[in-house]
């Protein structure tokens, strides 16, 4: 496991700040992928899910969109898509999910997912950033960081720990499952009783371009 933490100092150039994290995961994209795109709505939030309701009733309270477990919560499949108080900007599964905050504060922010294949596993890197608006902005980055830097460090752990999870369950259950072996019909060739089973079918559905009606077409049908 290797974690890092961007400086939260400034970049004078473009006024927007970003704070990331990388996590290294054993498992695959495909498996890693999924437990990202459920985040949020129904499924709530994997690590500190009552700070995440509590900044959704504020949001609420101030006219934004809040938190909404009320319906289940959509895949983001697409850009657009509005999952709590996010909306979907990019997505490539199992690779990259980018959504933007439509949260009431002094500025605009985005988090950004990426899955990087790393051997036989993944390397998932979280990027919030956030751009400031007015006097009140730099207020809010630095007096909200501390916070932001234990809830995106917990979610990268709990979504490796979820992880873990899903793999030990299809550990256990692997040798329960059936084997399926694809086999065509019997009377796909011939049939064992010798009779032609397939013909029957055949000249009973296409009795209307016969010209048969349905008692002929069975009569017919018996003397194949």
Known sequence: MSTAIDDPAPARACRRWALSDHRDIPHPPERVFRLIARLGGSNGYPYADALWRIRGWMDRMLGGPG????????????????????????VDPPHALELKTDLRMPGSGALRVDVV?????????????????G??????????YPIHDFVFR??????????DRVAERARRTAPFRPD???????????????????????????????????DEADARAFEV
């Open 67 to 90: 938190v909404d477990r009320s319906r289940q919560r959509p895949r983001p499949r697409k850009a657009g898509l509005r999952i709590d108080f996010w909306v979907v900007e990019s």
């Open 117 to 133: 294949p790393s051997g036989t596993g993944s390397t998932v890197t979280l990027t919030a950033s956030f751009e400031p608006r």
């Open 135 to 144: 006097p009140l902005g730099p207020l809010y980055w630095f007096g909200l």
């Open 154 to 163: 917990g979610t990268l752990r709990a979504i490796a720990r979820e992880a």
């Open 180 to 214: 399926r072996t694809p086999r065509n019909a019997p009377c796909r060739a011939a049939c064992p009783a010798g009779n032609d089973v397939r013909g029957w079918v055949a000249l009973v559905a296409q009795r209307d371009r016969l010209g048969l009606g349905t």
